[in-house]
Nanobody, 121 residues
Framework: VQLQASGGGSVQPGESLSLSCIAP????????MGWYRQAPGKEREMVAV???????DYADSVKGRFTISRDAAKNTVYLQMSALKPEDAAVYYC????????????????WGQGTLVTVSS
């Protein structure tokens, strides 16, 4: 399964950037969609996740600056990043959790290929 992530790029501190990720339309349902990131020399960490009940989870470091949203009908998740800091620079990975191709079917997790976000002056 290929997740189509887009929106990465290079910005200056304080600027904004948006990411989006589309899961295939063949997926019937998705429990969670979100974003993780990995900076050089660091472990991958959760940035933000939105669940099928609309509950959202954010890393403490991005609360108040990042907003995650989801269009369930389009199997799409968005991440609006504001007031970006140099420490936000990383490869951002789209995540799809507990996806099913049909009701009652097996559940799968998927990862996108990663999109680079650079924050520097």
């Amino acid at each position: 399964v290929q997740l189509q992530a887009s929106g990465g790029g290079s910005v200056q501190p304080g600027e904004s950037l948006s990411l989006s990720c589309i899961a295939p339309a063949t997926i019937f349902s998705i429990h969670s969609m979100g974003w993780y990131r990995q900076a050089p020399g660091k472990e991958r960490e959760m940035v933000a996740v939105v669940h099928d009940n609309s509950r959202t989870d954010y890393a403490d470091s991005v609360k108040g600056r990042f907003t995650i949203s989801r269009d369930a009908a389009k199997n799409t998740v968005y991440l609006q990043m504001s007031a970006l800091k140099p420490e936000d620079a990383a490869v951002y990975y789209c995540f799809v959790g507990r996806a099913q191709y049909y009701l009652g079917g097996p559940e799968y997790d998927f990862w996108g290929q990663g999109t680079l976000v650079t924050v520097s002056s």
